[in-house]
């Protein structure tokens, strides 16, 4: 079975200054997808970031960028010129290429000071 | 258009009564998801349905039936709840048998069982 871990339960960030969240995976599998959700207070979750295991460029999105680093099962998220919108917890979730069930983290609360 | 919607937005019942999550998507997706989430948690995967059938269950207790009267429509009727059912309950949906795979996710029912 494939298990996720964000070994970071909460993590504090300044203002426009950048923040990595740390994620790491276990599976057996060559063929699978990596997400990052974003969950603000009281809010909708919503998708950060998607990534395939089989490109090996990294997924960025605006502010978002992800260090994919398949051989070691790790899948970090680098947010840059953070925002006090960005705070909340941020979930790591991984899905098998041929199922549909998301493997989550356990989140990592994200606080922006201003 | 990644729209999810759920009603009703908060829901207060009792152990004895009988009540209804709605959930509903118009953006074509044939697979649709219930998740439970305890507050600081991890979504907890319920069900999913595709393509209007019932393809997981988690080992949910009889007192949650889950109901895809059609492709844009899900619901949760809750019976006879306990107190630690109290969550807040997540409605997602997906493409299916696409490699673009990604659930999106309504705002949730927050559930009070006293």
């Known amino acids: 079975a494939q298990t996720v871990t964000q070994s970071q339960p909460e993590m504090s960030v300044q203002e426009a200054e950048t923040v990595t969240l740390s994620c790491t995976y276990d599976?057996?599998?060559?063929?699978?997808?990596l997400f990052w959700y974003k969950q603000p207070p009281s809010r909708q979750m919503i998708l950060v970031i998607r990534q395939e295991a089989y490109k090996q460029q990294n997924a960025t999105e605006n502010r978002f960028s992800v260090n994919f680093q398949k051989a070691a099962k790790s899948f970090s998220l680098k947010i840059s010129d953070s925002q006090l919108g960005d705070a909340a917890m941020y979930f790591c979730?991984?899905?098998?290429?041929?199922?549909?069930?998301?493997?989550f983290g356990a989140g990592t609360i994200l606080r922006v000071k201003s | 258009d990644t729209e999810v919607t759920q009603t009703p937005k908060h829901l207060v019942m009792g152990m004895t009564n009988k009540k209804s999550l709605k959930c509903e998507q118009h953006m074509g997706h044939r697979a649709m998801y219930w998740y439970k989430q305890k507050a600081k948690k991890p979504p907890e995967l319920m069900f999913v349905?595709?393509?209007?059938?019932?393809?997981i269950n988690e080992s949910v207790p009889s007192r949650f039936s889950p109901e895809c009267p059609n492709s844009s429509l899900l619901n949760l009727h809750l019976h006879a709840l306990q107190p630690e059912d109290s969550a807040l309950y997540l409605c997602a949906s997906s493409q299916e048998f696409t490699r673009r795979e990604t659930q999106y996710f309504g705002p949730g029912t927050r559930l009070l069982v006293l």
């Open positions: 599976t057996s599998e060559s063929d699978y997808y």
């Open positions: 979730a991984y899905r098998s290429a041929g199922g549909n069930k998301l493997v």
């Open positions: 349905y595709s393509y209007e059938k019932l393809s």
